[in-house]
């Protein structure tokens, strides 16, 4: 067998990925859920961004699906220590839902349908940075992965990309979500290791 072997030439092989310190490359894409995957009829899904107090802006199905969608390709990286590449998404920028929305607020708290909540701060979600996406690999996105929709916030640990999201709260201070509050890392980089609370 020849040093190069015929089907790697031009191809994003292993030894020229950079991945974060203590992930491995997968192609599979595993599922990842902390309880049932909830179903939400459309006809019933909405999404409401809200500050503790008031509803700031509020989406039905079909008004979220009329703002205008992005369609992204990016690296996603689990705490569980799998990384998969070059995954392509559908889905609305954070921009967009916070066009309207003038908020001093640093912190933001997604909740999903099923009870799931990640806490993520809000200039990690802005400019180009997130996003709620309802399509991967040009299908809609199936239920065990997060559809309707979920977040996808693909620069910190994949546990922060909510899955099934149906709002989330504008907060002045930091609090901790599901994972967080059971050990994860309150920020979550993979680039910085930041797996537990004790890691920098
Ligand atoms: N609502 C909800 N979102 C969730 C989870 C969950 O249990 N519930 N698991 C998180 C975790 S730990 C990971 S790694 C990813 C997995 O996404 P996947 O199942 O599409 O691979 O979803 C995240 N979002
Ligand atoms: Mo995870």
Redesign the pocket.
């Known amino acids: 067998m020849g040093i190069i072997s015929r089907g790697f030439s031009g191809r994003r092989t292993p030894t020229d990925v950079k991945l974060p310190p203590g992930q491995y490359l997968t192609t599979d ?7 049932p995957t909830p179903h939400v009829p459309l006809e019933k899904w909405e999404f409401v961004i809200d500050d503790g107090k008031n509803v700031l802006r509020r989406w039905d199905w079909k008004s979220f699906r009329n703002l205008p969608s992005e369609t992204v390709t990016v690296d996603l990286h ?3 220590r799998w990384s998969k590449l070059g995954t392509p998404w559908e889905g609305v920028s954070l921009d967009t839902l916070f066009t309207d929305i003038a908020t001093d607020a640093s912190y933001t708290l997604f909740h ?1 349908y ?1 009870d ?1 909540t990640t806490n993520v701060p809000l200039k990690e979600l802005l400019n180009k940075q997130g996003w709620i996406a309802f399509r991967y690999d040009a299908q809609d996105l199936a239920p ?3 559809g309707p929709a ?1 977040l996808l916030v693909p620069h910190l640990y ?2 922060k ?4 999201v149906r709002g989330m709260t504008l907060m002045q201070e930091d609090k901790a979500g599901f ?1 967080e509050g059971l050990g994860y890392h309150i920020y979550g980089d993979p680039w910085q290791e930041q797996r537990y609370s004790g890691d920098r």
Do not use: D, I, N, Q
Not at 29 to 35: C, E, I, T, Y
Not at 161 to 164: G, H
């Open positions: 894409f595993p599922v990842l859920s902390a309880g689990c705490v569980t999903s099923g799931y065990e992965h997060g979920r994949l546990w990309s909510a899955k099934w994972w």
